[in-house]
Nanobody
Framework: QVQLVESGGGMVQAGGSLRLSCAAS????????MGWFRQAPGKEREFVAG????????RYVDSVKGRVTISRDNAKNTVYLQMTSLKPEDTAVYYC???????????????????WGQGTQVTVSS
């Protein structure tokens, strides 16, 4: 059974940092693009960052560019989201997801992703 488990969320003051992790089991991530999304109450799920199968290409939503870095360690079957200079508007549940379609470039569209974690809460206070 495929399982993605996010961790590393929590409460942090504005300007602080968090590192989110997404550990996978039941699926080897090394041939798949991965994405991080977030969803705040009353809002649509929003693409945050994506990384292609070999980690040589990344993509970010404009609002986090320069503050967030997505990376992957295929040997550990894990994807990371390093977030710095956090703002209150970053408050959301953060989800990782895997795109099963081999060969597809990074997608910013949630329906492109086939497996999702349960999410980890990030709360930024000011």
């Amino acid at each position: 059974q495929v399982q993605l488990v996010e961790s590393g969320g929590g409460m942090v003051q504005a300007g602080g940092s968090l590192r989110l992790s997404c550990a996978a089991s039941g699926l080897t991530l090394g041939t798949h693009a991965m994405g991080w999304f977030r969803q705040a109450p009353g809002k649509e799920r929003e693409f945050v960052a994506g990384i292609n199968w070999n980690g040589f290409s990344t993509r970010y939503v404009d609002s986090v560019k320069g503050r967030v870095t997505i990376s992957r360690d295929n040997a550990k079957n894990t994807v990371y989201l390093q977030m710095t200079s956090l703002k209150p508007e970053d408050t959301a549940v953060y989800y990782c997801a895997v795109d099963l379609l081999i060969g597809r470039d990074i997608s910013v569209s949630a329906p492109s992703y086939d497996y999702w974690g349960q999410g980890t809460q990030v709360t930024v206070s000011s």
